[in-house]
């Protein structure tokens, strides 16, 4: 088959990406369309970019409303080490141990899939004035053809851009015409204005907030920041997406709200978008992780993975500030004699963009100025939730709650 691979950082995925891909397939010049985001982007790093799992949800959201098939989301950046030069993602997304289950795994039948492919690097005729100071250019070629869109008055640049690369690698260059729309990423972001963007795509940006949540991180540190960023990657094969979003909207949430208290910013990061980091371990090993930092004091399954986080922020992310580890391993009880740290951690676990379990206008609304009323309507949502299922509550959020003045 013929497949075009498209990567990009899709921050965020707008009309113009979905056109080209469309046109791609539509012009015949390809069968399949694997569209790869980038995780660690090698010129935008750091905070420029959003978070990988912002981007990857949000365009595999929008690609499966968009084409039912023949195109296809790729996570293989999260499993690459350091940046993501093109080059390394094309060396092993080519390799059959990769593509043919990959393929298959997407609903390509399994003589379709061993088939020989030929791959091609999607692009518009924008990248071929700088494409050979690209990392290992020439190895990019060995691997895949370029496929350059050809818009109306592009001929003459891209038939010069052509020549010219030839003349260096003696490559040549496919074209398709393309006829759909164009945006930039980078006006809309900037803009803040995503009313033209796919409707799924704006659901997403509603739905979890993050264009507006990450500004906060201009305010901490590039240390925290950094952490963060890598989390973000790792936790990635450790929790669903749902969860992974909610952990990472828990650290953008925990850092603002800190921001307005007057509270440590990176550590309410940290301890934020790590609180749920254990939560998909097998409960043998939560229950083992969680002795190790609080003995017997958390029996209940639903309540191990709080101090079993704590373990896994100390052990697999280096965290060894105490107050942060608290902070997770109390993310779901609350203690008597919380600290400033537990309790945003807490109430933010609770009203993140992402939470609907119920009216939780109020809480969030007083969030920002009144922590402590905040903290009261949510313990009493809690434990209402609580006594509807018939679950007693740990007697430390009894503690919690007499605290608050309930
Ligand atoms: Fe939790
Ligand atoms: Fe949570």
């Known amino acids: 088959m013929r497949i075009a691979l498209f990567g990009g950082s899709f921050d965020p995925v707008h009309y113009g990406h979905l056109a080209l891909i469309r046109d791609a397939l539509s012009s015949g010049a390809v069968d399949k369309v694997i569209v790869i985001p980038t995780v660690n982007n090698s010129f935008k790093r750091g905070r420029a970019l959003t978070p990988a799992p912002y981007r990857y949800y949000m365009v595999r959201d929008v690609i499966k409303d968009t084409f039912k098939h023949d195109v296809y989301v790729c996570d293989i950046e999260f499993s690459l080490e ?6 390394n993602t094309l060396r092993e997304i080519t390799r059959d141990v990769y593509i043919i289950p990959f393929l298959m795994k997407n609903g390509v039948p399994g003589e379709l899939a061993a088939q020989r492919h030929q791959f091609f690097w999607l692009c518009g005729s924008d990248i071929l004035p700088d494409f050979d100071k690209w990392y290992k250019p020439s190895e990019i070629l060995s691997y895949a053809v370029l496929l350059c869109a050809k818009r109306k008055g592009d001929e003459t640049d891209i038939l010069e851009q052509a020549a010219r690369l030839k003349g260096i690698f003696g490559c040549d260059i496919a074209t398709f015409e393309m006829n759909g729309v164009d945006q930039a990423s980078s006006e809309i972001k900037a803009d803040g204005d ?68 007057g509270a440590d910013i990176d550590k309410a990061l940290i301890a934020g978008c790590l609180h749920d980091c254990a939560k998909e371990y097998p409960i043998d090993e939560q229950l083992r992780m969680a002795q190790s930092v609080s003995g017997d004091l958390f029996i209940d399954e639903k309540l191990l993975h709080s101090p079993a986080g704590a373990y896994v922020a100390r052990e697999m992310f280096g965290v060894t500030d105490q107050e942060v580890l608290d902070a997770i391993t109390y993310h779901t009880t609350g203690r008597g004699g919380a600290t400033m740290l537990d309790k945003i951690v807490y109430l933010a676990d609770k009203i993140e963009p992402a939470r609907t379990y119920t009216d939780l206008t109020e809480m969030r609304r007083l969030a920002p100025d009144d922590l402590d009323a905040a903290l009261r309507l949510c313990a009493l949502a809690v434990a209402e939730k609580f006594r509807k299922k018939g679950r007693p509550q740990h007697p430390i959020t009894d503690d919690f709650m007499r605290d608050l003045g309930i």
Not at 82 to 87: E, N
Request: with cysteine.
């Open 82 to 87: 350091g940046i993501s030069y093109t080059v």
């Open 194 to 261: 995503f009313s033209s963007l796919p409707e799924t795509a704006q659901e997403f940006i509603n739905t979890h907030d993050f264009y507006n949540a990450v500004r906060i991180l201009d305010r901490c540190s590039d240390e925290a920041c950094a952490l963060f960023y890598d989390a973000a990657v790792k936790m990635y094969p450790m929790l669903s997406g749902k969860r992974l979003l909610h952990t990472l909207n828990v650290g953008l949430l925990s850092a603002r709200l800190a921001d307005a208290h």
